[in-house]
């Protein structure tokens, strides 16, 4: 088991950038595949970038192609979520997540450890 918690979210301005943080603790997860998900209201949970901590290979979901970069600091135990030129779209609750196996990466049921979220809010 892993501890996740999120920070850096707020309220943007479409254009700007932000950067998420998602700081780890627990046993174990040097193998593990780490993730970001968002959820926006009345829409379902939906994957936006991952990587394996181990190699720092990084995946990304149709949202975050050319715009987000997804990054881990081992030494600081911290997950990052870069996102540039921002929309109103991209408004959501972002959530932190991770998994030994996580397969497939993309779905958010194969991921059984989670953050609790920081509300990221794009205002045109």
């Known amino acids: 088991q892993v501890q996740l918690v999120e920070s850096g979210g707020g309220l943007v301005q479409a254009g700007d950038s932000l950067k998420l943080s998602c700081t780890v603790s627990?046993?174990?997860?040097?193998?593990?595949?780490m993730a970001w998900f968002r959820q926006a209201p009345g829409k379902e949970r939906e994957f936006v970038a991952a990587l394996t901590w181990i190699d720092s290979i990084a995946y990304f979901g149709d949202s975050a192609k050319d715009r987000f970069a997804i990054f881990r600091d081992t030494a600081a135990n911290t997950m990052y979520l870069l996102m540039d030129s921002l929309k109103p779209e991209d408004t959501a609750v972002y959530y932190c997540?991770?998994?030994?196996?996580?397969?497939?990466?993309?779905?958010?049921?194969?991921?059984?450890?989670w953050g609790r979220g920081t509300q990221v809010t794009v205002s045109s």
């Open positions: 997540a991770a998994d030994p196996v996580a397969v497939p990466r993309s779905q958010y049921g194969s991921y059984n450890n």
């Open positions: 627990g046993r174990g997860f040097s193998r593990y595949i």
